[in-house]
T-cell receptor, first 112, second 113 residues
């Protein structure tokens, strides 16, 4: 179940603004994943992080694996209307799904 | 390459009935994982099948079961449905065991009345 603290729960921003969201945990994870889910669809993997301190970009998205291995951050630069959706973080301790924990999601609304 | 296909997209069932959901993974993927998503509990892992064997199981009652066929297609069964089983059931396929970097299907929305 949800054992990751993801914040904020929701964000209302203006098109063109930058967005930051994060996930924290009391446990150490070896993998951090960020997903986006549109209404009525399944989550889509945006970025996967495998090393502490790693900073990875995917277009306007940048995610970082925290040095303590207990947190991760996702930034979206110059937001556009199609960025609307729910963003989930997931942390995985080992190589098994039952080691994976999900955040509750950040609901992003972008006003044109 | 076709994506992960889940059928049906929507289902309405009555308490006490049973239901079978189907998932066709991406061609060549041998790992299929199932998740339950609800507003209250978020995404929760049900089980993973890899090469026709259940590799991992989450913390769900025995009413939830699954199987995988030789072509990697997977089915999930829920018996004696309860109102609380209403959820979006997501299937994810991966070319590696463990579910990391998996591709999700659109899900099956199950409503139990």
């Amino acid at each position: 179940g949800q054992q990751l603290n993801q914040s904020p729960q929701s964000m209302f921003i203006q098109e063109g603004e930058d967005v930051s969201m994060n996930c924290t945990s009391s446990s150490i994870f070896n993998t951090w994943l960020w997903y986006k889910q549109d209404p009525g669809e399944g989550p889509v993997l945006l970025i996967a992080l495998y090393k502490a301190g790693e900073l990875t970009s995917n277009g306007r998205l940048t995610a970082q694996f925290g040095i303590t291995r207990k947190d991760s951050f996702l930034n979206i630069s110059a937001s556009i209307p199609s960025d609307v959706g729910i963003y989930f973080c997931a942390g995985q301790r080992g190589y098994n799904n039952n080691d994976m924990r999900f955040g509750a999601g950040t609901r992003l609304t972008v006003k044109p | 390459k076709a994506g992960v296909t889940q059928t049906p997209r929507y289902l309405i069932k009555t308490r006490g009935q049973q239901v079978t959901l189907s998932c066709s993974p991406i061609s060549g993927h041998r790992s299929v994982s199932w998740y339950q998503q609800t507003p209250g509990q978020g995404l929760q892992f049900l089980f993973e099948y890899f090469s026709e064997t259940q590799r991992n199981k989450g913390n769900f009652p025995g009413r939830f079961s699954g199987r995988q066929f030789s072509n990697s297609r997977s089915e999930m069964n829920v018996s004696t449905l309860e109102l609380g089983d209403s959820a979006l059931y997501l299937c994810a396929s991966s070319d590696r065991a463990g579910g990391t970097e998996a591709f999700f299907g659109q899900g099956t929305r199950l409503t139990v009345v």
